[in-house]
């Protein structure tokens, strides 16, 4: 999968960076990315559901440590993604909420990414 990072309000481009995910029988996931250096974040634990047709959404949750190893964010990807007629290859469009450690909403990005099933 290649995420990218784009403005909510102009769509441009802020960066990209490859991802791996692991939609399981039953609608679980795991979700790995380069997006952030590995020692700050957890790799993502979510949630995926048929929503009709080529349709699905998905959603998960990483927690995310300062430099000093203290939990400071809670980060929540929403993702609506249309799978191609061969189920090999998907896009999606991402929401994005980042969540201080008492729950409250911080920030919101946004993004996209494609993907193409990992033989």
């Given at each position: 999968m290649q995420i990218t990072v784009r403005d909510c309000q102009t769509g441009a481009v802020q960066?990209?960076?490859p991802a791996?995910?692991?939609?399981?029988?039953?609608?679980?996931?795991?979700?790995v990315?380069?997006?952030?250096?590995p020692a700050l974040t957890t790799s993502g634990q979510g949630v995926w559901r048929h929503t009709g047709g080529q349709d699905y959404s998905a959603v998960f949750e990483t927690f995310v440590f300062?430099?000093?190893g203290v939990w400071i964010q809670r980060h929540r990807f929403t993702?609506?993604?249309?799978?191609?007629s061969n189920a090999n290859e998907?896009?999606?469009?991402?929401?994005?909420?980042i969540f201080d450690t008492s729950g409250n909403l911080?920030?919101?990005g946004c993004g996209t990414s494609v993907a193409?099933?990992?033989e």
């Open positions: 960066r990209t960076f791996l995910f692991t939609f399981a029988k039953g609608g679980t996931l795991i979700e990315s380069a997006g952030q250096f300062s430099p000093a993702r609506a993604i249309e799978l191609d998907f896009t999606d469009t991402i929401k994005l909420e911080v920030v919101m193409r099933r990992f």
